[in-house]
């Protein structure tokens, strides 16, 4: 769900609290420990998921190899032991799978393809940027439009269903929101939150999409 004003669509604060941030010496990089993630890197390191991903453009987030040198916002060596990037459309399939699981994990097929269908619309609107990593990724007013993302549950791992759902959505153009722009669960979010304000367009499960 979208981060503030919008709610929180799945309570990821098990998972968060769980996952060891391993320790970071002071320097211009970091290598790459086995169970580490751009997200853990990050906490540990005082900085967000998009500058550390922004320092290094070359990297394939869901594919760092034990041993890769990553850099820190700041510093001008290059990284090394990088795997090869993806293709825009693997990266935009990644992503989508991704939120998805986040945002919508445990809902129904045409749930979780209504939640593709809003990262779409975005992504077809203009200014939200032009892959669907940017609007994953987002940062308004200094907050990430998904909760999933400042909260790091955007990294675990999809499921089947949700994998589905991604091709759906990007493959074969499915729109079971024609026009949904927001989604919320209405049991997590607040009577005065201004997305409810917005028109109403569908309810799948336990999420409701509006413009």
Sequence with gaps: ?????????VCAAALVGSMAVPAFAATNNVTVQPGNTMWSISQAQGISVQALEQANPSINPNDMLIGTVLNLPGSTSAPQA?????STAQ??????????????????LNAQIAVGDVIMHRLQAGGYGSTVHDVVFQVIAGHYQFSS??????????????IQAAEDVLWYG???APGA???YNPTMTPSNSWVRAQPYLSTFDNLVFAR
């Design 174 to 176: 499915k729109d079971v």
């Design 82 to 86: 990088s795997p090869a990037v993806s």
């Design 1 to 9: 769900m979208f981060k503030l004003p919008m709610a929180l669509s």
């Design 91 to 108: 990266q935009n399939l990644y992503w989508m799978e991704h939120v998805i699981n986040a945002e919508a994990g445990g809902e129904s």
């Design 181 to 183: 722009m927001v989604f």
């Design 149 to 162: 993302v400042q909260n790091g549950y955007i990294y675990s791992a999809p499921d089947a269903s949700s």
